[in-house]
Antibody, heavy 123, light 110 residues
């Protein structure tokens, strides 16, 4: 059974950093990119970035350049997202999702998602 | 990359059909056949309804269909049911290894 299980809720002060985990089971970890997407209260979904666990190739949305770092660990089949210099606007639910890429094209969409992790940032 | 444009709300009565639009540019929706649609209920992760413009994952009812014309993609929900009341988001590949979501549409079943 394919599952993405995310780490628990976090409460952080402004200016701090947060690291979230996304542990995967049930599929070949290195065949799928891991995306990170967030939803702030009352807002829509926002794509943050993605990582290829096979090559560690990363891509970040322009809004997060310099503050976001994505990593992956093939031994634990886990993706990690670190967001630094937190501000109140970073309060959101953060999701990871997988997507198949075979080197030539994207397939099947972001088909399985984690349950989400709530991050609360306050002063 | 700017968010894709969706109407903030849509509505229909049970049994009716409703279509939700998602407008982008030639850099995203119009340039690639990598448009997805998600259903999102509060407190739950988004659920994939449509991928690659018009394909349905197994388990998604054929009441949900997708299409694209130029820079605008559309999701049609036919035979509306009460459980279809949710937020719907489109998503497109934007080139240069970027993806972009729409602002979301709240679907109300009257």
């Amino acid at each position: 059974q394919v599952q993405l299980v995310q780490s628990g809720p976090e409460v952080k002060r402004t200016g701090a950093s947060v690291t979230l985990a996304c542990q995967t089971t049930g599929y070949t970890f290195t065949f799928y990119y891991i995306h990170w997407v967030r939803q702030a209260p009352g807002q829509g979904l926002e794509w943050m970035g993605m990582i290829n666990p096979s090559s560690n190739t990363r891509s970040y949305a322009q809004n997060f350049q310099g503050r976001l770092s994505l990593t992956s660990d093939t031994s634990t089949r886990t993706g990690h997202m670190e967001l630094t210099s937190l501000r109140s606007e970073d309060t959101a639910v953060y999701y990871c999702a997988r997507q198949l890429y075979d080197g030539t094209g994207w397939y099947y969409g972001m088909d399985v998602w984690g349950q989400g992790t709530t991050v609360t940032v306050s002063s | 990359q700017s968010a894709l444009t969706q109407p903030p709300s849509a509505s229909g009565s049970p049994g009716q059909s409703v279509t939700i639009s998602c407008t982008g540019t030639t850099d995203d929706v119009g340039g690639f056949d990598y448009v997805s649609w998600f259903q999102h209920h509060p407190g739950k992760p988004p659920q994939l309804l449509i991928f690659e413009v018009n394909k349905r994952p197994s388990g998604v009812p054929d009441r949900f269909s997708g299409s694209k014309s130029g820079n605008t993609a559309s999701l049609t929900v036919s035979g509306l049911r009460a459980e279809d009341e949710a937020h719907y988001f489109c998503c497109s590949f934007g080139g240069r290894s970027n993806w972009v979501f729409g602002g979301g549409t709240k679907l109300t079943v009257l």
